[in-house]
């Protein structure tokens, strides 16, 4: 990411952030505050009116060479969260530290339940039924999508689940478009949402890509206990509850963090703390 939009990212973010692995996370530690701002009004300017929450696993994903065009988008995020501990442990090593850990499972409970009080127009695109039934319950009007499985680099696959979304974008006319897929195919569906809502200049809601948080908050899928929350293992007790499905992503594709850890510190030592 080049540091003259990271700065200009900081800039519009009224100097509360902190680049660090490509991305200019949110730096205030304060996840109520951060609520406030997204459903608040959007200020006018040129980042993706996206909320995304970077880990390990999406850093290191990133620098594949089938991602390079998410990798280019993605930092352009308005509200980007540090949800992987060892992003947090990173910056305070090489300066100056993020706050805290900001992770998308604690976000959505809160911002879902105030779009339920106040019966905000929202949408939702969960991984399955059984998901969308339960969330609908609480907020009835919701729009819904289920997208088949598909490939999302795809062209023709992708395309579909994007008309889908747009018809009931056009029914629902949602403030919030809560995105609960897999990684990397929430990304693509959101941006090529926002790419055709721009072109047609359709109202621009916020995208929120919370991934599994959906499920967390609906007890469908166990969240670590708090005290591995604070130690940062909480991927640790997903590896326990799906060692067969998550061996490979932890012990093995996650192992290259180590080498954008080093050139995050040898960035750092040779050009100093981030004044931004």
């Given at each position: 990411m080049a540091t003259a939009v990271l700065t200009e990212n900081a800039r519009q973010r009224g100097g509360s952030s902190r680049p660090l692995f490509g991305f200019d996370f949110e730096n205030g530690g304060d996840l109520s505050a951060i609520v406030e701002r997204v459903l608040g009004p959007q200020p006018a300017d040129n980042r993706l009116?996206?909320?995304?929450?970077?880990?390990?696993?999406?850093?290191?994903?990133?620098?594949?060479?089938?991602?390079?065009d998410l990798a280019?988008?993605?930092?352009?995020?308005?509200?980007?969260?540090?949800?992987?501990?060892?992003?947090?442990?990173?910056?305070?090593?090489?300066?100056?530290?993020?706050?805290?850990?900001?992770p998308g499972s604690s976000m959505f409970p809160v911002i879902w339940k105030r779009v339920v009080a106040?019966?905000?127009?929202?949408?939702?695109?969960?991984?399955?039924?059984?998901?969308?039934?339960?969330l609908r319950r609480e907020l009835p009007d919701?729009?819904?999508?289920?997208?088949?499985?598909?490939?999302?680099?795809?062209?023709?696959?992708?395309g579909a689940v994007v008309r889908?979304?747009?018809?009931?974008?056009?029914?629902?006319?949602?403030?919030?478009?809560f995105f609960g897929i897999s990684f990397p195919k929430q990304q693509r569906v959101a941006l090529a949402l926002e790419e055709e809502l721009r072109r047609i200049g359709g109202t621009m809601p916020i995208f929120l890509l919370l991934g599994g948080s959906f499920e967390m908050y609906l007890g469908t899928t166990r969240r670590a206990p708090t005290w591995m929350q604070?130690?940062?293992?909480?991927?640790?007790?997903?590896?326990?509850?799906?060692?067969?499905?998550l061996f490979r992503r932890y012990f093995v594709t996650d192992t290259r963090f180590a080498w954008l850890f080093a050139r995050e510190l040898i960035s750092a030592k040779l050009t100093g703390p981030s004044k931004v």
């Open positions: 009116p996206f909320v995304v929450t970077p880990n390990v696993d999406y850093i290191v994903r990133l620098r594949e060479p089938g991602l390079a280019k988008a993605l930092p352009r995020a308005r509200y980007v969260l540090p949800d992987g501990q060892p992003i947090v442990w990173t910056s305070r090593i090489v300066k100056p530290s993020l706050k805290s850990r900001l106040d019966q905000r127009r929202a949408m939702i695109v969960a991984a399955n039924e059984e998901t969308a039934v339960q919701v729009g819904v999508v289920v997208p088949p499985h598909f490939d999302a680099a795809h062209p023709m696959q992708l889908s979304c747009l018809d009931v974008i056009e029914k629902v006319r949602p403030e919030f478009i604070r130690a940062g293992l909480e991927w640790f007790f997903r590896f326990l509850m799906e060692p067969k499905r």
